[in-house]
Each structure stands twice: as structure tokens, then as C-alpha cells.
């Protein structure tokens, strides 16, 4: 994709909308709304790395009630050209196709490589990744095996999701409170991934969300790795102006 002069593609991740209440996410909700207003100006495209909802399951006739203004708002900006992608988190990874069928926006499971203009780009939300975790690595598994999924779609909608909406919050408190602190790069396992790929691939850039920390780590001199941070306690998103990517804070 070439990035027109004056155009800019937008990363953003970990918005967690409906923790811990879908009342209390929602002056959150508006916060993100108002941005995604004010980006589409300049947005040659935009990146949802993951976790936009806190849970997230579709049923083959129901999907989770509420989110209707960032849901608009997507539909909107797709609509209107701008492309969106969207990444699936470890609290939406039960997106099935419900964002393609009506809002028309791509939906990865996977890290996915993108090149703007002569900058290689890979991007994912980073649940997963890297030597450790091995715990939530089993879990994922589990949560992932279609059989899994088949089996929890026998409860009722009216069961089944507000029960996975108790435990999504209960097990991690909107997710990674208890993490944001710098680890240093030997048990960031995300760097560690970078680092490994760097080995087989060269990429400018690594975006990927999950981390709730934002960071903007140098790999090598002429690679690096960004966490787009969240929509929680910092409220922080990345930026590429067609030359380079930065990592900003919205300031109101």
C-alpha cells in the first residue's frame, strides 16, 4: 500500500470494551468513538490489534449486546474507503465472521505482514508469542479447538455469555493491570519473538497490542518493535506518517 502524502495509518489495541461493566466501559467506548471520528481525516487505514472487547462470542444467530457506537462507527469509516483490519485478541478470539459479513473488515487470527511504502510492517495483537507463556498457550488451545467452540454454543446465549463475561473479567481485572511494568527485553516475550524473526525476516517494524504497556523498543538499529499500550490507563496508539512510526497519546 503506498501512503499518500498527508495520509497516516493508525495502530490501535487492548480497548476491553464491556469491562468491568458494559456502564461503566462506556465513557471509553465514546472516548475511542470521538478518536476513530477524528482519524478518519487523515487515515489511510486503521489497525484494531485485538482485545477491542473484553469477550467476544459469536453464536450462529447471536453475538454479545451493546457496543453499538464503535460498531457504527466502524461501518461508517469502512464504508466510506478507508480500509480497517482487525485483529483478534485472546479476549475476542472467539470472532468468528461476524465483523466481514456486516462490516466488511477483514478479521486475522495470525501476525500478518504489511508494506507501506518501503516499510515492512508485521502486526498482530501478541497473545502467544515468544519462548514463554506456556500455560495460556495450552489454554488457547483449548479455547480455539473447534469442538471447543461447538460444544459452548449449546448454551443458551442468555448462559453463555455473561457467564464467559464473569470469568473474562474476573480472571484478568480488565487485563494486565498487574503487568505494566518493563520486564527488561530477556522476559519481554515479545521482544524475544521479534528477535527471532529478525532472524529469518528483516521487518522496520513490529506492531502488536496485549502487552497493555506502551513501548517502543530499537531490535537492531533499523527495526523496531512497538506496543500500542491501551484504552485503559494510558490510552495510546501508533502512527505511521509514510516515513516513520511513533507511538502518541491522546491528549483530551
Not at 102 to 115: G, R
Not at 162 to 173: D, E, G, R, T
Request: charged share 30%; glycine share 8%.
Amino acid at each position: 500500500m503506498n501512503i499518500p502524502e498527508g495520509k497516516k495509518v493508525y495502530f490501535s489495541s487492548d480497548n476491553h470494551l464491556g469491562a468491568p461493566t458494559q456502564e461503566e466501559s462506556k465513557p471509553r467506548e465514546i472516548r475511542f468513538v470521538k478518536w476513530l471520528d477524528e482519524i478518519k481525516e487523515d487515515a489511510a487505514a486503521i489497525f484494531l490489534l485485538g482485545d477491542l472487547f473484553d469477550f467476544w462470542f459469536e453464536y450462529k444467530h447471536a453475538v454479545p449486546k451493546g457496543f453499538v457506537r464503535v460498531l457504527g462507527k466502524l461501518a461508517e469509516i469502512k464504508d466510506s474507503g478507508i480500509p480497517v483490519y482487525f485483529f483478534v485478541g485472546n479476549h475476542d478470539l472467539w470472532m468468528h465472521d461476524y465483523f466481514e459479513k456486516e462490516l466488511n473488515i477483514p478479521v486475522f487470527h495470525k501476525p500478518q505482514e504489511f508494506t507501506f511504502n518501503d516499510k515492512t510492517f508485521l502486526v498482530g495483537h501478541g497473545d502467544g508469542l515468544g519462548p514463554g507463556d506456556h500455560g495460556y498457550k495450552r489454554m488457547k488451545k483449548v479455547f480455539t479447538n473447534p469442538f471447543s467452540k461447538w460444544l459452548y454454543r449449546w448454551l443458551h446465549p442468555d448462559l453463555g455469555i455473561p457467564l464467559a463475561q464473569y470469568f473474562s473479567v474476573k480472571n484478568k481485572a480488565i487485563s494486565g493491570k498487574e503487568e505494566q511494568e518493563f520486564l527488561g527485553e530477556e522476559k519481554e516475550w515479545l521482544i524475544q519473538y521479534c528477535r527471532r524473526k529478525l532472524k529469518e525476516k528483516h521487518y522496520d517494524y513490529f506492531l502488536f497490542g496485549h502487552r497493555h504497556l506502551p513501548l517502543e523498543i530499537d531490535l537492531s538499529g533499523n527495526s523496531t518493535y512497538i506496543n500500542t499500550g491501551d484504552w485503559i490507563d494510558f490510552y495510546t496508539y501508533a502512527v505511521f506518517d509514510g516515513e516513520k512510526t511513533v507511538l502518541k497519546k491522546l491528549s483530551n
